[in-house]
């Protein structure tokens, strides 16, 4: 892939990422993560950790979900790879937060995982969909 086009995606997929996180995060959760969550919430995001997150995950969604699916010419490759990459990269705080934090909420860990499993789908999906042209 030439690196226009992997840029293009790349950006794509960080635009989508953000965005749908941001509504996610910010508007239609933001309620029930206080609720569950609050109690471990910071007052003050920390933007560089929260940055740093968002430039290799993305990177990954890239490389691992999108770039296969564009070689294949499939979107359904591209969610379906979205989707599992989703759920085991949330499962990884999720679950070991649920295993090693006193207090972690078992709901919040519920919707989180579908939550990280539909984001990643629908991330990888509008990779695809810009890289293909």
Same mark, same amino acid.
């Given at each position: 892939m030439?690196? %226009?086009? %992997?840029?293009?995606? #790349? %950006?794509? +997929?960080?635009?989508? !990422?953000?965005?749908?996180?941001?509504?996610?995060?910010? =508007?239609?959760?933001?309620?029930f #993560?206080?609720?569950?969550?609050g109690? &471990?919430? @910071?007052?003050?995001?920390?933007?560089? *950790?929260?940055?740093?997150? #968002?430039?290799?995950? &993305?990177? $990954?969604?890239?490389?691992? +979900?999108?770039?296969?699916?564009?070689?294949?010419?499939?979107?359904? @490759?591209? &969610?379906?790879?979205? $989707?599992? !990459?989703? /759920?085991?990269?949330?499962?990884?705080?999720?679950?070991?937060?649920?295993?090693?934090?006193?207090? !972690?909420? =078992?709901? *919040?860990?519920m919707?989180? /995982? =579908?939550?990280?499993? =539909?984001?990643? $789908?629908?991330?990888?999906? $509008?990779?695809? &969909?810009?890289? @293909?042209?």
């Amino acid at each position: 892939m030439p690196i %226009a086009l %992997a840029l293009k995606v #790349y %950006a794509a +997929c960080f635009t989508a !990422f953000f965005a749908l996180d941001l509504l996610w995060l910010g =508007v239609v959760a933001k309620g029930f #993560y206080q609720k569950h969550l609050g109690h &471990l919430m @910071r007052e003050d995001v920390q933007w560089p *950790a929260a940055l740093a997150f #968002y430039l290799i995950y &993305l990177a $990954a969604i890239v490389i691992l +979900c999108v770039l296969p699916a564009l070689e294949k010419q499939s979107l359904g @490759r591209a &969610l379906a790879l979205g $989707a599992v !990459f989703g /759920l085991a990269a949330y499962a990884a705080f999720d679950l070991t937060s649920l295993a090693l934090l006193k207090g !972690f909420p =078992v709901p *919040a860990v519920m919707v989180d /995982l =579908v939550w990280g499993t =539909v984001l990643t $789908a629908s991330v990888s999906a $509008a990779g695809y &969909l810009v890289g @293909r042209g």
